[in-house]
């Protein structure tokens, strides 16, 4: 497999995806953070002195996903056609999980995989942000690639 993102020089480049066929491009990214059962139920109840963690997280997930080409350095600017992101609940030995899943799309010629991944990165940080003051403790998980169709390497979806 050859890399695109290497000049002849072997230097970083961005790759021109001006010939690319524009398709239905569609990625869902995963990841979470684990709270204590304080800022649990400080979140569930809305009771956080700094406001609605999950609306603001949601909100900064969003922008997050908007502004991915300008903290990544070798992303395009592409026209996001939308962005959803969810939350979810886990009990877990340590605490509660807070899973959060993003799903983008676009109608482009390059995916919108980093772009997911940007949104459910900066909802977990926002998270963390508005929380650490109860505990700087909490960790943030795993952060993947669920799924994704589109384009010409065709579809993806994560196993296990």
């Not at 953070?33 to 963690?53: A, S």
């Not at 600017?77 to 959060?100: A, M, R, S």
């Amino acid at each position: 497999m050859k890399f695109t993102h290497f000049n002849d020089e072997g230097r970083a480049r961005m790759v021109d995806v001006g010939d690319k066929p524009e398709t239905n491009r569609v990625a869902k990214a995963q990841s979470s953070i684990t709270v204590n059962k304080e800022i649990y139920e400080k979140i569930v109840n809305n009771q956080m002195k700094k406001g609605d963690v999950l609306a603001v997280a949601q909100v900064a997930g969003i922008m997050a996903c908007k502004k991915t080409w300008e903290i990544i350095p070798m992303c395009h600017p592409i026209p996001i056609t939308g962005i959803d992101i969810h939350f979810h609940w886990e009990e877990v030995d340590k605490g509660y999980k807070l899973v959060i899943i993003s799903t983008v799309k676009t109608k482009g010629n390059t995916g919108v995989e980093m772009e997911a991944l940007t949104a459910v990165s900066a909802c977990a940080l926002t998270v963390y942000d508005m929380c650490k003051a109860l505990d700087k403790g909490m960790t943030i998980g795993e952060t993947f690639l669920l799924e994704k169709s589109g384009g010409k390497n065709g579809d993806y979806k994560r196993i296990g």
